[in-house]
């Protein structure tokens, strides 16, 4: 027999939207004197639920992580007969590829590995959890770090924002959970560049299957299970909540010329369009690094240790007589700018994972990096490597905005302005939280995509388009762009949305031409690094983004989207007449709103020495030992779709490795 707490929890959904109903047939000046109470009222609604909801749901259980710093490292400048505490392994960084490296390491007994992250659980943090909530975080400096580029030179001098994470999980819990891996060319294009056929899709697509579990749907029954991992720790599937956009867009796709595919990550190769799966469980909350890796039973083994709170200052290094080299023996560690630094030992091996601006700003500030550059910084130089810092790539993304008709259910309330949005967003929260059965709070928003050639005739065609474009794809079957649809439109990251029902299509430059760098501001380690994409420095990548926004308004004009948007609107802020616009204010428009989709790459570069790489193929940095790197920043070059799961194979793959450099040396 059910409770009345039981039935009385259940019958609410029900009681509010009985009150929704009634709110959208009555005036509004019933219930309110003015626009302020009106809002007032919304939010305080809002809150008052929200507070409910966490009464009932209790907080969320706590997970066996170190914040005390002086229980893993010893103060400098304090006495102890001991020395400094000692690991195998030390981590620097507990982001996507650090958590994986962690959990898997240690599932070898033998080895004892500190992982030290600067910021705390991403886990603790609702909208992290939630898949909705992910960009009420971007601009929270507890947990994300507020990094701006340097004014864009080709991007009408403006400077762009660029979150990071700072928390466990990094940018796996902060990311839009699409779980897409780009494409085969582009590690058979990485064992190329490093001259090693370990990392060429053919061997390397073995740790991809080895990180995920894949959840079948009936709705998808073509997706190839036998293609996917069944038991890995990273679940993916399509248990986030889908709008009724993504047919639409889909089908809009299929309708100008671009192929249906089932999986992006199948063995038919990643150019078509279909609905993204995603890194969603079947709870609808995120999947992240920490979640899937850093799990009770791992984090109860005695050979793990996981420190937050505690930001890297530098690697220790030291020099033998038996080796020209140096070796990294350790890292030093602070939790504020301020406060005590502590140290610790590594007694066989460092890796460095903090991503691709903080890696290398980790190894300048430790004295490895351009050696003159280093001098003029006041650093002493522990080893000479200029490829350090330098090839920064991402992907530049352009949105473009659309009215629609109320054709298509209204998602305003997710931003609520009057009493009855107010009372939907409660409602969401009530399913989401309470009731556990998802709803719009379970959605991601990155839904659906389409992955496409710039030279493709079919969709360019050489009388519309004759000017031959630079082929920057890692193989002629790999594409250049991404296309994705958003259920609601926004501006500055999803901190601003517009007042009227809106839809958003996006293109992204999958391979840029351009490079930039990352440079030190300071030698303060809690500074912010200097970060320039450089974007749109080439000819090639601001004509692709303008083949792509052309291809978009083709998109927003076919049916059956075009029927759901207002193409009548006239509005200066939407973009319903932008293809009346010649090619010239199109290029306009691409520098002015170009920003960053999440994905910076390749500043620590597995390459040869000599041509600007930073580590080997074994992830080792040239000129010293038991130091490596793993995180996006070793990418050779940038994938043709989403980041993470290409630095969980990574991690995937060099946890196998030490493991069995371990074991071999115990043979």
Same mark, same amino acid.
């Given at each position: 027999?059910?409770?009345?707490?039981?039935?009385?929890?259940?019958?609410?959904?029900?009681?509010?939207?009985?009150?929704?109903?009634?709110?959208?047939?009555?005036?509004?000046?019933?219930?309110?004197?003015?626009?302020?109470?009106?809002?007032?009222?919304?939010?305080?609604?809002?809150?008052?639920?929200?507070?409910?909801?966490?009464?009932?749901?209790?907080?969320?259980?706590?997970?066996?992580?170190?914040?005390?710093?002086?229980?893993?490292?010893?103060?400098?400048?304090?006495?102890?007969?001991?020395?400094?505490?000692?690991?195998?392994?030390?981590?620097?960084?507990?982001?996507?590829?650090?958590?994986?490296?962690?959990?898997?390491?240690?599932?070898?007994?033998?080895? !004892?590995?500190? #992982? @030290?992250?600067?910021?705390? *659980?991403?886990? +603790? $943090?609702?909208?992290?959890?939630?898949?909705? %909530?992910?960009?009420?975080?971007?601009?929270?400096?507890?947990?994300?770090?507020?990094?701006?580029?340097?004014?864009?030179?080709?991007?009408?001098?403006?400077?762009?924002?660029?979150? !990071?994470?700072? #928390? @466990?999980?990094?940018?796996? *819990?902060?990311? +839009? $959970?699409?779980?897409?891996?780009?494409?085969? %060319?582009?590690?058979?294009?990485?064992?190329?560049?490093?001259?090693?056929?370990?990392?060429?899709?053919?061997?390397?697509?073995?740790?991809?299957?080895?990180?995920?579990?894949?959840?079948?749907?009936?709705?998808?029954?073509?997706?190839? *299970?036998?293609?996917?991992?069944?038991?890995?720790?990273?679940?993916? %599937?399509?248990?986030?909540?889908?709008?009724?956009?993504?047919?639409?867009?889909?089908?809009?796709?299929?309708?100008?010329?671009?192929?249906?595919?089932?999986?992006?990550?199948?063995?038919?190769?990643?150019?078509?369009?279909?609905?993204?799966?995603?890194?969603?469980?079947?709870?609808?909350?995120?999947?992240?690094?920490?979640?899937?890796?850093?799990?009770?039973?791992?984090?109860?083994?005695?050979?793990?240790?996981?420190?937050?709170?505690?930001?890297?200052?530098?690697?220790?290094?030291?020099?033998?007589?038996?080796?020209?080299?140096?070796?990294?023996?350790?890292?030093?560690?602070?939790?504020?700018?301020?406060?005590?630094?502590?140290?610790?030992?590594?007694?066989?091996?460092?890796?460095?994972?903090?991503?691709?601006?903080?890696?290398?700003?980790?190894?300048?500030?430790?004295?490895?990096?351009?050696?003159?550059?280093?001098?003029?910084?006041?650093?002493?130089?522990?080893?000479?490597?200029?490829?350090?810092?330098?090839?920064?790539?991402?992907?530049?993304?352009?949105?473009?905005?659309?009215?629609?008709?109320?054709?298509?259910?209204?998602?305003?309330?997710?931003?609520?302005?009057?009493?009855?949005?107010?009372?939907?967003?409660?409602?969401?929260?009530?399913?989401?939280?309470?009731?556990?059965?998802?709803?719009?709070?379970?959605?991601?928003?990155?839904?659906?995509?389409?992955?496409?050639?710039?030279?493709d005739p079919i969709l360019f065609p050489p009388s519309q388009y004759p000017e031959k474009l630079v082929d920057s794809t890692s193989?002629?079957?790999?594409?250049?762009?991404?296309?994705?649809?958003?259920?609601?439109?926004?501006?500055?990251?999803?901190?601003?949305?517009?007042?009227?029902?809106?839809?958003?299509?996006?293109?992204?430059?999958?391979?840029?031409?351009?490079?930039?760098?990352?440079?030190?501001?300071?030698?303060?380690?809690?500074?912010?690094?200097?970060?320039?994409?450089?974007?749109?420095?080439?000819?090639?990548?601001?004509?692709?983004?303008?083949?792509?926004?052309?291809?978009?308004?083709?998109?927003?004009?076919?049916?059956?989207?075009?029927?759901?948007?207002?193409?009548?609107?006239?509005?200066?802020?939407?973009?319903?007449?932008?293809?009346?616009?010649?090619?010239?204010?199109?290029?306009?428009?691409?520098?002015?709103?170009?920003?960053?989709?999440?994905?910076?790459?390749?500043?620590?570069?597995?390459?040869?020495?000599?041509?600007?790489?930073?580590?080997?193929?074994?992830?080792?940095?040239?000129?010293?030992?038991?130091?490596?790197?793993?995180?996006?920043?070793?990418?050779?070059?940038?994938?043709?779709?989403?980041?993470?799961?290409?630095?969980?194979?990574?991690?995937?793959?060099?946890?196998?490795?030490?493991?069995?450099?371990?074991?071999?040396?115990?043979?």
């Open positions: 027999m059910t409770s009345f707490s039981d039935r009385a929890v259940a019958s609410l959904p029900t009681l509010l939207d009985s009150i929704i109903e009634k709110l959208r047939g009555t005036p509004l000046d019933v219930y309110v004197l003015n626009e302020r109470i009106t809002v007032t009222r919304a939010l305080l609604s809002g809150a008052a639920f929200f507070i409910l909801l966490k009464l009932l749901l209790g907080k969320s259980k706590k997970r066996k992580y170190v914040s005390n710093l002086a229980k893993v490292g010893r103060s400098i400048g304090s006495a102890h007969a001991n020395g400094l505490p000692e690991y195998d392994i030390i981590v620097i960084g507990g982001g996507t590829a650090g958590c994986a490296l962690a959990s898997r390491l240690t599932e070898n007994p033998d080895i !004892r590995v500190l #992982m @030290l992250e600067a910021g705390g *659980s991403g886990r +603790a $943090q609702p909208d992290s959890r939630m898949p909705a %909530g992910f960009p009420r975080l971007y601009m929270v400096k507890e947990h994300v770090y507020n990094f701006w580029t340097e004014k864009q030179t080709s991007a009408n001098g403006k400077r762009k924002f660029w979150p !990071r994470a700072k #928390m @466990l999980g990094g940018c796996s *819990s902060i990311n +839009a $959970q699409m779980a897409q891996y780009g494409a085969p %060319g582009d590690f058979d294009e990485w064992a190329s560049i490093i001259g090693d056929e370990s990392w060429s899709w053919k061997n390397f697509a073995q740790y991809f299957r080895k990180f995920e579990t894949f959840n079948p749907h009936p709705d998808y029954p073509k997706v190839d *299970s036998s293609a996917r991992g069944s038991k890995g720790p990273v679940n993916v %599937g399509f248990f986030n909540t889908a709008s009724e956009w993504v047919n639409l867009f889909v089908d809009a796709c299929v309708g100008v010329g671009i192929p249906r595919t089932h999986d992006f990550n199948g063995v038919t190769g990643t150019v078509g369009a279909a609905r993204v799966m995603t890194y969603v469980s079947k709870n609808f909350e995120r999947v992240s690094a920490e979640s899937a890796y850093l799990t009770p039973d791992v984090l109860s083994r005695p050979n793990l240790t996981v420190a937050i709170g505690a930001t890297v200052t530098r690697i220790l290094f030291e020099t033998s007589k038996s080796s020209s080299k140096p070796r990294a023996v350790g890292v030093e560690f602070a939790n504020t700018e301020n406060g005590p630094r502590f140290q610790a030992n590594a007694k066989k091996e460092v890796i460095l994972s903090t991503g691709a601006v903080q890696s290398p700003a980790v190894l300048m500030l430790s004295g490895v990096g351009p050696a003159e550059y280093l001098k003029s910084k006041g650093i002493s130089v522990v080893a000479d490597l200029p490829g350090v810092g330098k090839h920064l790539v991402d992907h530049p993304v352009v949105d473009l905005y659309f009215k629609n008709h109320p054709t298509i259910a209204s998602l305003m309330f997710m931003r609520p302005k009057t009493l009855s949005q107010g009372f939907m967003f409660a409602r969401s929260l009530l399913q989401y939280f309470v009731l556990g059965t998802g709803g719009v709070l379970a959605m991601n928003f990155g839904e659906a995509a389409a992955f496409v050639r710039t030279d193989a002629k079957d790999s594409p250049d762009l991404e296309l994705f649809s958003t259920p609601m439109a926004y501006k500055e990251h999803a901190q601003v949305f517009f007042d009227v029902d809106t839809v958003s299509l996006h293109a992204y430059l999958l391979r840029p031409t351009s490079r930039g760098e990352i440079l030190l501001d300071s030698t303060n380690p809690f500074a912010h690094p200097i970060v320039n994409p450089n974007y749109l420095s080439t000819r090639e990548d601001l004509m692709k983004l303008v083949r792509s926004v052309r291809l978009l308004l083709k998109i927003s004009q076919q049916e059956p989207i075009k029927s759901h948007l207002d193409h009548t609107s006239t509005r200066a802020d939407l973009d319903h007449q932008l293809h009346l616009k010649s090619n010239a204010q199109l290029e306009e428009l691409v520098r002015e709103r170009v920003e960053t989709i999440y994905h910076p790459t390749s500043t620590c570069r597995m390459a040869k020495q000599e041509e600007g790489g930073v580590v080997d193929k074994s992830l080792r940095v040239y000129g010293i030992e038991g130091l490596r790197v793993c995180d996006a920043s070793i990418f050779p070059s940038i994938v043709s779709g989403h980041t993470a799961g290409a630095c969980y194979a990574t991690a995937e793959k060099l946890a196998d490795q030490i493991r069995e450099e371990f074991a071999s040396k115990k043979r």
